[in-house]
């Protein structure tokens, strides 16, 4: 088994599957998700997001953050500005820790994702109640856990284009002498 | 530009080595871009002065918004041609019975209201406005936890405008309040921001009714412990706002607690977001008041396209 935290060699993530995932990331966030399934709903940008922060921490810019979140502004209807920050937040603290965290196993990843998409939340609660609104529950903390869990797959899922093709070349022996 | 020749540091892992051009370093962007953010909040939050770059914005977002509809569209649709004959009958019968009744009750209303307006022009008064609807669907409810909005898919290509009052088939359900070419924003009557100028049935006392938030429910404030109100009242708009035309069914009183000096009424919304997925929207023209001057006590809910919502803010 590879996992991202074992010195397996991988191809550098390319900059249009970058792209791609953040826009499926929008696509999911979009769907007309209502009712018990909203509050379970984690934040697909956000993963998307802490993955490459964490993954590539060099590709991914402030900038593309910065407008993945603005558009998850005005799509949810919410203050200019409270994705955005939620998500510059985050993925700041994710590209200080991307070391750290790429040691871990899958599972120990998640849980790093776990608070720092706690982290996210905490901070567009915060915005929220400087704004006068009223505090939701912690129903509002939900997608968090449902986020962390959806963690091991969506590494796995994000890292296969980038594995090479089995038996062509030597990276993949290089990958398993690691374990 | 750094111009130093590679030496040994070009083997450091990962990272670039220190005289490849980096740009600002994290925390210098992560301060930037969180700053940017402070101050658009700001600016939208307490000023309302990014419309314009909302506007922009959305053109990039509504194409992946529709694209995120087309399967629930897709499923609906399959759904609704799978329908029984059995079903469909009944329900056939059903609308053309209210239909009938529905048709009577036109052909009165027509009646009064030409009696009306000729009385209003004996009597002088301003006419009333004529009203034209459009029906919307609703695309999404409830996205943000904190406030009481729905998006619904008519906008401004569709005459929607800012302030245009929102109703389904039993009552008003909100206003509208933020308008794209191809949908709009629908503020909820329960938003914690939201308030309706409100008159009972029964005796014809106005009150201003304000959005509770998360709970689903109305209040009205500012009314005296002894006011003549009781369980079960039916709340009515009073149309003195000039934004929701008179006689709209609001709410029905549930709860009146009369402890304090000024009783502590609790009302449910007649119409409600949950049961349709159809709303109407009056499309008259929003009729536009001045603000009241500062001194003065607030007027009863008066105010331009957003003002109930803004007037709340501003206490």
């Known amino acids: 088994m590879h996992y991202p935290g074992s010195p397996e060699l991988l191809k550098p993530a390319s900059r249009k599957f970058i792209l791609l995932t953040l826009v499926s990331g929008l696509l999911l966030n979009l769907l007309p998700w209502h009712g018990l399934a909203l509050s379970f709903r984690p934040d697909f940008v956000a993963l998307v997001l802490l993955f490459w922060a964490i993954r590539e921490p060099r590709k991914l810019g402030f900038v593309a953050t910065w407008i993945a979140g603005l558009l998850m502004d005005v799509g949810d209807g919410v203050i200019l500005g409270q994705h955005a920050f939620a998500y510059i937040l985050g993925v700041y603290v994710a590209i200080v820790l991307h070391r750290r965290i790429q040691r871990f196993t899958l599972w120990q990843q998640a849980l790093h994702v776990l608070l720092l998409l706690l982290l996210l939340q905490a901070a567009m609660l915060i915005i929220r109640l400087f704004g006068g609104a009223a505090f939701p529950g912690m129903g509002y903390f939900l997608s968090c856990l449902t986020g962390a869990m959806l963690w091991p797959a969506l590494s796995l899922l994000f890292l296969l284009p980038q594995r090479g093709r089995p038996g062509s070349d030597s990276v993949y022996s290089a990958g398993s002498k690691g374990l | ?315």
């Open chain 2, 1 to 315: 530009m750094h111009k130093s020749a590679p030496t040994l540091r070009t083997k450091m892992d990962h990272q670039a080595p220190p005289f490849f051009k980096h740009g600002p370093s994290p925390l210098a962007r992560f301060v930037f871009f969180a700053l940017i953010s402070l101050v658009l909040m700001v600016l939208d939050a307490r000023l309302n002065a990014l419309d314009s770059l909302r506007q922009i914005i959305s053109v990039a977002v509504a194409p992946l918004q529709r694209l995120a509809m087309t399967p629930a569209e897709l499923l609906d649709r399959t759904g609704s041609f799978f329908v029984t004959q059995a079903r469909l009958q009944n329900e056939n019968a059903l609308l053309g019975q209210r239909q009938l009744v529905q048709a009577a009750q036109l052909q009165r209303m027509q009646a009064m209201q030409a009696e009306n307006a000729h009385l209003r022009n004996i009597l002088g008064v301003q006419q009333q406005r004529g009203e034209s609807v459009v029906a919307a669907e609703i695309v999404y409810a409830g996205r943000d936890p904190f406030s009481q909005k729905i998006t619904v898919n008519k906008g401004s290509n569709h005459k929607v405008l800012a302030g245009q009052p929102a109703l389904d088939d039993v009552g008003v359900i909100g206003q509208v309040t933020q308008v794209y070419p191809f949908s709009s924003e629908v503020t909820l009557l329960t938003d914690k921001d939201q308030a309706i100028p409100v008159q009972i049935v029964r005796n014809g006392a106005r009150a201003i009714a304000f959005g509770h938030g998360q709970d689903g429910a109305l209040e009205l404030p500012f009314m005296a412990a002894n006011a003549d109100i009781q369980n079960g009242d039916t709340l009515v708009t009073s149309g003195i706002d000039g934004v929701y035309p008179a006689g709209l069914p609001v709410a029905v009183v549930t709860k009146i607690e009369r402890n304090a000096s000024f009783a502590k009424i609790t009302c449910m919304p007649s119409a409600g977001v949950n049961r349709h997925k159809q709303i109407l929207i009056l499309i008259g023209e929003v009729r536009r008041f001045q603000k009241p001057e500062p001194s003065e006590p607030a007027a009863a809910g008066a105010g331009d396209g957003k003002g109930s919502i803004l007037k709340k803010k501003r206490d």
